[in-house]
């Protein structure tokens, strides 16, 4: 098979690189129209996916116009480009990623033409606006996004989203079951695994703690950082490792310098993904401070589970999504929007370690099993066979 990535993201974002190596590996040809990354004019294919780069996307925009520009603008390149490389190589299948839902209609030549096209639904628009303009269900605005996700979902041949708690929205107002289908946003075992794991020894090293993501409101790093002010009363040889970029890092790196944090935590430009592992090689513990509520408390962090398969042990706020996920035994829970109880839990396991987090690791190994992404690569396989061959005659 044939198949076109469009993602409004990097071309190193880690859930579409899983899906196009996933498809190399099993004989398929896989191009990802994307990003391009600032101060390099092209991008060479990587594991053989190739990519085409429409324009560079300033992260921290300073205006809802800017923000909309630069957005409309890589929708207007992504149609001419899908619609051009669709004439050249004809694919089966193009796989568009969120965000924007409404960005899934750049696919209408190819469309047309027979390709059939996957609405994979990586942030669920609604909610997402409803946090981040602090704006109710009721709103003209959330109104129409929902509107916007029932057009583009009924547009789809089929719709991909990434925990059962958002299926069961999606279905609930703009799909049929069987239109939908959860695909875990699970680590790449390939990637993230215990080979760069460094074995500590407390008494001679300090007590590192990690985190890498984007740095926004929802993420809630700087509960992380506040909680880190407070630890270093109790543990002088703490230190935060801090691996991400985006609107909030002035604010972060403020507030660490305002707390007097200079020697205890170290921030790091994003990277691809691959390199993450062996940077958190010597990280103790993982930390996942998320907070609660519409869309946050929603959304299942793929940095949970990658800390996991590198069987590092994870404190992580106690959100509604985390707790249908996890549990006491695989994870280390703290209260929401609270660095206080955060800096207890990074205490508790600095007294317990390595007790608890071994423990804690050998828990999170048969988490990682159930929900590994060879299971959901099968079920994305065969919801490719299914799709291709579902017009075709004694099909």
């Known amino acids: 098979m044939k198949i076109c990535m469009i993602s409004y993201s990097s071309f190193f974002d880690s859930r579409v690189q899983r899906y196009a190596r996933s498809l190399l590996q099993n004989g398929h040809t896989v191009d990802s129209i994307c990003l391009g990354i600032k101060g390099k004019k092209e991008l060479q294919a990587v594991y053989g996916i190739q990519p085409y780069p429409l324009l560079i996307r300033e992260y921290n925009e300073r205006s809802l116009f800017a923000y909309l520009k630069q957005m409309f603008s890589f929708i207007f390149l992504s149609t001419i480009m899908c619609t051009r490389l669709h004439f050249r190589k004809r694919y089966d299948i193009i796989h568009f990623h969120n965000v924007p839902d409404f960005g899934i209609f750049c696919t209408i030549i190819p469309k047309l033409m027979g390709a059939k096209i996957i609405l994979d639904i990586h942030d669920i628009l609604p909610e997402f606006y409803m946090r981040k303009f602090s704006v109710s269900e009721n709103h003209i605005s959330i109104r129409l996004l929902k509107w916007i996700e029932k057009i583009s979902c009924s547009y789809a041949d089929h719709v991909i989203t990434v925990t059962e708690l958002w299926r069961q929205r999606l279905i609930e107002r703009s799909l049929k079951p069987d239109k939908c289908t959860v695909i875990l946003n699970a680590p790449d075992k390939i990637i993230f695994n215990s080979q760069f794991k460094v074995k500590r020894n407390l008494k001679d090293q300090r007590f590192t703690l990690g985190y890498h993501g984007n740095f926004t409101e929802p993420t809630g790093i700087d509960i992380a950082i506040k909680a880190i002010s407070i630890v270093k009363k109790s543990v002088p040889d703490i230190h935060f490792l801090i691996i991400g970029q985006g609107r909030e890092e002035n604010y972060l790196k403020n507030l660490s310098k305002t707390l007097g944090l200079k020697d205890y935590i170290t921030f790091i430009e994003s990277v691809p993904v691959y390199r993450i592992p062996r940077l958190m090689s010597k990280v103790d513990a993982g930390i996942d401070p998320k907070r609660d509520g ?92 299914i799709l291709v061959n579902q017009d075709k005659p004694g099909s």
């Open 294 to 385: 519409v869309y946050s408390g929603e959304t299942l962090s793929v940095k949970a589970m990658e800390y996991l398969a590198m069987e590092i042990p994870l404190i992580i706020s106690k959100t509604k999504i985390s707790q249908l996920y996890f549990d006491d035994s695989t994870v280390m829970f703290f209260q929401p929007d609270d660095e206080q109880d955060l800096a207890k839990r990074i205490i508790e396991l600095f007294r317990s370690y390595p007790v608890k987090s071994k423990k804690m690791i050998k828990n999170s190994k048969r988490f990682i099993q159930e929900y590994s992404w060879e299971k959901y690569q099968n079920s994305y396989l065969n919801l490719l066979n």
